[in-house]
């Protein structure tokens, strides 16, 4: 894949995702936000929240890889290639893996008091990586190096960081989406025959 048809692929993502939480969760009560189906799962604001204490590092890391990048002809149509490690973060963390993966201590939002103003941070985010994906449209994506953030001697190429952001978002947000459906069966009266 080209490197310009990975970041309209991703681009897209991303808008869609921004849809479906502007949609699905800004209207909805705190108390909804914040309600769990047991001690050990997340809830919106957690699964948000999450995905929030990601983007504040994987972000930056992005731009310092886009800032010491210096673009050439023809960069932009080249072949966007994933390495071993990519592709493996990346399959590990696509929504369609429904493989659990344990979550960092620092990087779990368990019984966070959290308020509304993580949706707003999370589509904050949303806007930044959407400025980043415009900004590597003049790169070839295989280039550029982007830290993993448990282990930082493990690096990225650009197109598997932002691709990797993206899938991992994917699969939280459809989290956060299951957490508001099985809210909004615990509220729904019972049928009457």
Same mark, same amino acid.
């Given at each position: 894949?080209?490197?310009?048809?990975?970041? !309209?692929?991703?681009?897209?993502?991303?808008?869609? /995702?921004?849809?479906?939480?502007?949609?699905?969760?800004?209207?909805?009560? !705190?108390?909804?936000?914040?309600?769990?189906?047991?001690?050990?799962?997340?809830?919106?604001?957690?699964?948000?929240?999450?995905?929030?204490?990601?983007?504040?590092?994987?972000?930056?890391?992005?731009?310092?890889?886009?800032?010491?990048?210096?673009?050439? %002809?023809?960069?932009?149509?080249?072949?966007?290639?994933?390495?071993?490690?990519? &592709?493996?973060?990346?399959? /590990?963390?696509?929504?369609?893996? /429904?493989?659990?993966?344990?979550?960092?201590?620092? /990087?779990?939002?368990?019984?966070?008091?959290?308020?509304?103003?993580?949706?707003?941070?999370?589509?904050?985010?949303?806007?930044?990586?959407?400025?980043?994906?415009?900004?590597?449209?003049?790169?070839?994506?295989?280039?550029?190096? %982007?830290? %993993?953030?448990?282990?930082?001697?493990? &690096?990225?190429?650009?197109?598997?960081?932002?691709?990797? %952001?993206?899938?991992?978002?994917?699969?939280?947000?459809? !989290?956060?989406?299951?957490?508001?459906? !099985?809210?909004?069966? &615990?509220?729904?009266?019972?049928?009457?025959?």
């Amino acid at each position: 894949m080209k490197s310009t048809e990975r970041i !309209q692929k991703l681009r897209n993502n991303i808008e869609t /995702m921004v849809e479906t939480v502007t949609h699905e969760f800004i209207a909805l009560p !705190q108390a909804d936000l914040n309600r769990k189906e047991s001690e050990t799962s997340w809830s919106i604001l957690e699964c948000l929240e999450h995905l929030n204490r990601y983007s504040r590092y994987y972000n930056a890391r992005m731009a310092d890889a886009l800032d010491k990048l210096k673009p050439r %002809v023809g960069d932009a149509h080249a072949e966007a290639r994933s390495t071993w490690l990519g &592709r493996k973060f990346i399959a /590990m963390m696509h929504p369609s893996n /429904m493989k659990k993966q344990k979550t960092l201590k620092h /990087m779990n939002p368990a019984n966070s008091a959290l308020t509304s103003a993580v949706i707003d941070e999370f589509l904050h985010h949303q806007k930044t990586l959407l400025v980043l994906l415009a900004r590597a449209s003049a790169f070839n994506l295989s280039q550029g190096s %982007v830290p %993993v953030e448990f282990l930082k001697l493990l &690096r990225m190429n650009l197109g598997d960081a932002l691709e990797f %952001v993206t899938v991992h978002q994917q699969r939280h947000v459809r !989290q956060a989406l299951r957490a508001k459906a !099985q809210n909004t069966h &615990r509220h729904e009266p019972a049928l009457k025959i």
